[in-house]
């Protein structure tokens, strides 16, 4: 018997007052009842895959009208991109895939009672949850930077109205001007980011603001893909960016926002503009349903993306604690479909398989030089590990370099196409 079986079985008494709990469940009950809190890359990709079974009612929960990658937002930055390129609605999930895609935030879980609780007051009934809710900051360990501080110091690490201010502010810095970039510790949501936003924001002041630079005051003494980066900016870049790691600064503790200036343990540092990033945590909604643990993350069976804290609730994306795989829209992706998979086999009796996980990665140098990395990982010992690892090297051709950017622009079509339908 399927968990679905069995479950219809023990709760036929209880069938009414769940549909009158569950107003916004649109069709029958007849099939077993998926809920997928957050309409980013891992609840977006989740949603579709579960739909795409045809054996499963599948609602999506997303207070958000569309979503602006954070992928390809520092080419944004850097003036190459639009924003609107960047966007992508839900009408595909709902009128290709089937999905009831419902516009409001859930404010709370009852893993016992298996019922989410959104904004308005109104309640729905699951059979199975996924919990893609993205990251939340830990805005109590920089004194001074909070929600209001981030409108004039933005972390634009959601893309959206932050990558917003961030660009108008660069755009109306004076050429000479610094820009200083507050870069977190581990873990952290896309570990290459904050330096490939380095290297493209240095594209757009050699062109436009020479006597510009860049200082990005680090929370670690090393970085993802740090020689890659560091011999691009002696390339194309020279002397316009410097990386001052923890071990000379320490790490930041504080936010001024009246001068414009971060704070770290040994200096404060002024700045024309600063992006300052905050350490990370899973995204609220995690937090308030008791998913998180002492790291502020998510754990989770590796094989079935179930949290090992509650059950019948699922969580991928960068919400989880993944070993070895980063916090990336690809990784997300690859853990949806995985989950995706063992919640239908689970559910529906289909034919369960070993999860697939990958994660490939394209960072831009220079709009025309960009290196990649491919990763295959597998469940071991209750978390996830590398098995094989391909990273691009420094010294390859100009040429390798032109034709990783130009493949990155169409993983980017054929990603979102993947995700949002
Ligand atoms: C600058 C930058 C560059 C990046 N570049 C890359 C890259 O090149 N390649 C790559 O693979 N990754 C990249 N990433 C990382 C990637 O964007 C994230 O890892 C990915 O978006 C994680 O997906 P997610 O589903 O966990 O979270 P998200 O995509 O952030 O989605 C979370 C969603 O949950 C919703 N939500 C939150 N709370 C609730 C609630 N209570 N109710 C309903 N909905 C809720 C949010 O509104 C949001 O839409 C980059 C990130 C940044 C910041």
Not at 69 to 89: E, K, P, Q
Not at 132 to 146: L, S, T
Not at 392 to 402: D, F, L, M, Q
Request: proline content about 6%.
């Amino acid at each position: 018997m399927t968990d679905w079986t069995r479950r219809r079985i023990c709760c036929l008494g209880g069938g009414i007052l769940m549909a009158a709990a569950a107003p916004h469940i649109a069709r029958g009950q007849s099939r077993p009842r998926v809920v997928v809190i957050g309409g980013g890359i891992g609840g977006a990709t989740a949603a579709r895959y579960l739909a795409d079974l045809k054996t499963l009612d599948v609602t999506l929960i997303e207070p958000k009208p569309n979503h602006v990658t954070c992928f390809f937002s520092n080419l944004y930055l850097a003036g190459l991109r639009s924003l609107a390129s960047l966007t992508f609605g839900f009408e595909a999930l709902a009128e290709r895939h089937g999905i009831t895609v419902i516009r409001k935030a859930a404010t709370a879980i009852d893993a016992t009672a298996r019922v989410v609780s959104l904004q308005g007051g109104s309640r729905l009934a699951y059979d199975r949850l996924v919990l893609a809710p993205g990251i939340a900051f830990k805005f109590g360990e920089i004194a001074g930077y909070d929600d209001a501080a981030a409108e004039v110091m933005p972390h634009a690490w959601n893309a959206g109205p932050q990558s917003d201010v961030l660009r108008r502010q660069l755009e109306s810095m004076e050429d000479g001007g610094v820009f200083a970039i507050a870069a977190p510790q581990n873990p952290f949501r896309c570990p290459p980011a904050p330096y490939e936003r380095a290297s493209l924001v240095a594209y757009y002041f050699k062109q436009f603001k020479p006597k510009s630079k860049i200082l990005i005051l680090d929370a670690k003494d090393q970085f993802s893909g740090q020689e890659l980066f560091e011999d691009a900016w002696s390339r194309h870049y020279p002397g316009m960016i410097e990386w001052l790691p923890a071990q000379f600064i320490g790490k930041t503790k504080g936010v001024h926002v009246a001068t414009c200036s971060v704070i770290t343990e040994s200096q404060t540092f002024k700045a024309a503009v600063a992006n300052v990033i905050p350490p990370q945590k899973a995204g609220l909604i995690a937090e308030r349903a008791g998913l998180t643990d002492s790291t502020g993350w998510c754990p989770v069976d590796p094989v079935t993306f179930e949290s090992t804290l509650q059950p019948a609730i699922h969580l991928v994306g960068d919400a989880i604690i993944g070993g070895d795989m980063p916090k990336s829209a690809f990784s997300a992706n690859s853990q949806a479909k995985a989950c995706a998979f063992a919640i239908a086999a689970s559910l529906t009796g289909s034919p369960r398989f070993p999860p697939h996980l990958f994660n490939s990665c394209y960072t831009f140098l220079a709009p025309d030089d960009a290196f990649t990395n491919a990763i295959t990982f597998a469940p071991e010992g209750g978390s996830i590990k590398t098995v094989k690892m391909f990273i691009s090297k420094v010294g390859e051709s100009a040429e390798v370099r032109r034709r990783m950017a130009h493949q990155a622009v169409g993983w980017y079509s054929a990603f979102t196409a993947d995700v949002f339908g």
